[in-house]
């Protein structure tokens, strides 16, 4: 069965430093990929998608993930973090209209 | 266009009403999902439809949970006889046609469900 795992359930970085949440998956076949963002009282805004290809994908407000087979992980990274990335971040893994998300990770960002 | 509508924002129930929560899907998607998020929890699948079809309602709850997808109007997610463990936030996604072997999903702001 396929499944989603965070790891981090709580993670704080320093304003400007950089982030890497991490995400595990177990699926039966090349999995298509994604992480959202929630911010608080909000829906799910989609960061960045995985379907093929290059296994280093860019996302929008200057996220990327890689994908790694070898390690079944897609990690979400960001050079700098900016204060309005305090959200929470939520891995998925889904394939033909279904779609299974893990138990997010919370960002907090200090000044 | 608009994205996708889910109205109310916020629901408040005692135990034992019913609770209904409405999605619009994006203009000319054709399938909906229902999820479930409780607090310091993922979001969980609950049902995936299709105008007048339900697909997959592997997720729902065997009691007091339906949903249906109408050929007119928007996606309606009913609860019966509510419970306190019912209160959760309820998100419903959309996605156009399949075409291809994936098609992306579109989340709603949700409905925040609180029981009394």
């Known amino acids: 069965a396929q499944s989603v795992t965070q790891p981090d359930i709580h993670i704080t970085v320093s304003e400007g430093a950089s982030l890497e949440l991490r995400c595990n998956y177990s699926y039966g076949a090349t999995p298509y990929l994604f992480w959202y963002v929630q911010s608080p009282g909000q829906g799910l805004q989609l960061l960045l998608k995985?379907?093929?290809?290059?296994?280093l994908v860019q996302g929008i407000k200057g996220f990327e993930a890689e994908f790694k087979r070898s390690q079944s992980s897609f990690n979400l990274r960001k050079p700098s973090v900016h204060w309005s990335d305090a959200a929470e971040y939520f891995c998925a893994v889904g394939q033909n209209n279904d779609m299974r998300f893990g138990a997010g990770t919370r960002l907090t960002v200090k000044p | 266009n608009a994205g996708v509508m889910q109205n109310p924002r916020h629901l408040v129930r005692r135990r034992g009403q019913e609770a209904r929560l409405r999605c619009s899907p994006m203009k000319g998607h054709s399938h909906v999902y229902w999820y479930r998020q409780l607090p310091e929890e993922g979001l969980k699948f609950m049902v995936y439809l299709q105008k007048e079809n339900i697909i997959d309602e592997s997720g729902m709850p065997k009691e007091r949970f339906s949903a249906e997808f109408p050929k007119e109007g928007p996606s309606i997610l009913r609860i019966q006889q509510v419970v306190r463990g019912d209160s959760a936030a309820y998100f419903c996604a959309s996605s156009p046609r399949r075409q291809t072997s994936y098609n992306e999903q579109f989340f709603g702001p949700g409905t925040r469900l609180t029981v009394l």
């Open positions: 995985y379907f093929s290809g290059d296994t």
